[in-house]
């Protein structure tokens, strides 16, 4: 039996790149960020198991479906920068 482990990074990427298609020129330098990417995984990661289990009063998704977008946001101005030449570490 093959165990099997989750990658908060690629998962938070892969998620980040389908739901923002714009950034996917600038993925290569998500791993400069590779903690708010794994954060953001993993933040995509319950949203999506609340929704198919479905939360019964719908604040615990409502928070995790803010945190996501919050994240992306926050990811797609720091890619963005980068790509641009204007973000300064």
């Known amino acids: 039996m093959q165990l099997v482990v989750f990658d908060s990074y690629r998962y938070g990427l892969a ?8 950034l996917r020129a600038c993925a290569n330098k998500a791993r400069w960020w590779g903690d708010i990417v794994e954060e953001y995984g993993e933040a995509v990661r ?5 929704r198919a289990v479905g939360d019964s009063d719908g604040e615990i998704l ?3 479906e803010r945190m996501c ?8 101005s720091y890619l963005s920068a980068n ?6 570490s």
Not at 69 to 76: F, P
Request: proline share 3%; with cysteine.
């Open 15 to 22: 998620s980040l790149l389908v739901r923002r298609p714009k």
């Open 83 to 88: 790509a641009a030449g204007t973000y300064q």
């Open 46 to 50: 319950c949203r999506d198991r609340l």
């Open 62 to 64: 409502e928070d995790y």
């Open 69 to 76: 977008s919050e994240l992306e946001d926050e990811l797609e």
